[in-house]
């Protein structure tokens, strides 16, 4: 029969363990980018963008640089951005649905729902500054 003393230490070596054991901690958060440009080449008419989703002038969609899409390899597909007009302050945001081939890394091609939120469609460029919302979130 075991002792009380060995009982003990074998209870007291159970709890050390568990307690010692790693914690699986929380994912951490990826370090927010802000990117400055222009919203490239005045705005697009949404259709079948490269997310897969057919959208229309009245949506809210972006097309992000073509070579961040790639980079990411299509993972910011309907993340949100927020974006500022960096002349009024102004914040619009927009979901990412599709890609853009002629825009440099900090330019975006807004459709006409957010484009028209910052100016009438006829302003052609705006100087934007931009980062993405966390996955999940939503206006």
């Given amino acids: 029969m075991m002792s009380f003393v060995t009982i003990l230490s074998f209870l007291f070596a159970t709890v050390l363990m568990v307690v010692s054991a790693p914690v699986e901690t929380p994912a951490e958060l990826d370090k927010r980018t802000t990117h400055t ?59 990412t649905e599709d890609s853009c081939p002629g825009c440099g890394g900090g330019d975006l091609d807004m459709s006409p729902a957010v484009f028209q939120k910052f100016a009438s469609l006829d302003v052609g460029i705006l100087s934007i500054s931009w980062y993405f919302m966390p996955q999940g979130w939503s206006p």
């Fill in 37 to 95: 440009g222009r919203a490239s080449g005045t705005w697009f008419e949404p259709g079948l963008g490269n997310c897969g989703n057919f959208n229309t002038v009245n949506d809210p969609i972006i097309a992000i640089p073509e070579t961040l899409y790639d980079e990411n390899r299509g993972s910011n597909c309907g993340q949100w951005i927020h974006i500022v007009d960096v002349s009024t302050g102004k914040v619009v945001y927009g979901r």
